[in-house]
C-alpha cells in the first residue's frame, strides 16, 4: 500500500476491496439498476446452464477463482452432472466460511473443498475423494476485467496449467456505449463511490492511517484508448496524509488509481485466449451483447 500511494502516479491494487465488508458492498453493487453486469451474466447463465452442463460433462471438478458468497455458481452446480467437487477459493474468510455452510445445506452430496487465499498466488489445489474427469474452472463476474494485458496472459496462462486437459468457463464484458459504462460506475446511490473509499477505511482502521474520506472523491470514467474503466480517488484539497510513520503529500487534484475494468470484443479476447493457452469453444451473450460468458477449453 505504501509502494503504491509514494509512487509518482499512485495507485492501490483493487484486490485489497474485498475484506468482508468491501465484498458486502460489491454485492450491493450487484443490486443496482446501473451495474448491469451481474445481472446480465446470472440471465445467461440461467438460460444456457444446460448446454453449459453439457460441455464441462459428468464428474467435473468445479474450481472457482474469486467465489464470494457463492451465489452465481449455484445456477451452474443445479446443472451440472454429478459434480465430483467444488472449489470456492476466495481471500475474504468470513465470508467464504459462511458459504461453505450453505451450500453444505444446499448441497449435501457435494464434497466442498473451500481454499482461503489470494488466487493470483500459488496455493495447492485440494484433491476429491472421487476420480476426477475434468477440471474446470470458473472465473465470472468479468473479474478478468481487473488484469492488465499481461497480468490477465499471466493468470490465464495459471489456469489452463491448474486445469491441463479441461477448461475455464469465464465471463467478460464487452465493449459497448460509453454511457452505459459510465452510468454503471457511477451510480445515483453512490454505492460504487462507497466502495472506492472502502480501500481508505481500510487503510485508515488496519494501516493506522487517517485520511479523511469528504476530502477524497470517487471518480470513474471510460477511457477508450485503453479499453477499460479507471476508478480513482481524486484529492479534493491539498493536504497530507499520515500512515503509520510516514506522511504523504497530496495536491488538490491529485488521484489514487484504485481500479481498472477492461471491456473487450468477443475477437480481442479470443485472441488472449488463445496466446494463453485456450481455444475460445462456444461464447454465449444477451441479446443486447452487453456481456458474455464463454467456455475456453485448454488447447
Ligand atoms: C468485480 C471487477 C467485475 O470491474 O465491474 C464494480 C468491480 N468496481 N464497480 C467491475 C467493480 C466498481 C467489478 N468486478
Redesign the pocket.
Known sequence: MLQGLQDARKELP?KY?YDDEGSQL?EQ?CELDE?Y?TRTELAIMQTQKQEMSALLGPQCLLIEYGSGSSTKVCTLLDALQEPVGYVPIDIAKEQLLRSVAALARAYPELEVLPVCADYTSDFELPVPKQPVLRRVAYFP???I??FDREPARRFLRQIARACAGGGLLIGV?LKKDFNILHR??NDSQGV?AQ??KHLLVRINQELDANFQLNQFGHY?FYNPGQSR?E?HLVSLKNQTVRIGEVEIAFKLGDSIWT?S?YKYTLEEFAHLAATAGFTVERVWTDSRQLFSVQYLRVT
Open positions: 483493487s476491496f460489491f453493487i451495474y453486469l463476474g468479468s473479474t476485467g481487473n464484458d454503471a460506475y460504487t466502495f472506492n470513474a474503466v476508478m481500479e475494468s
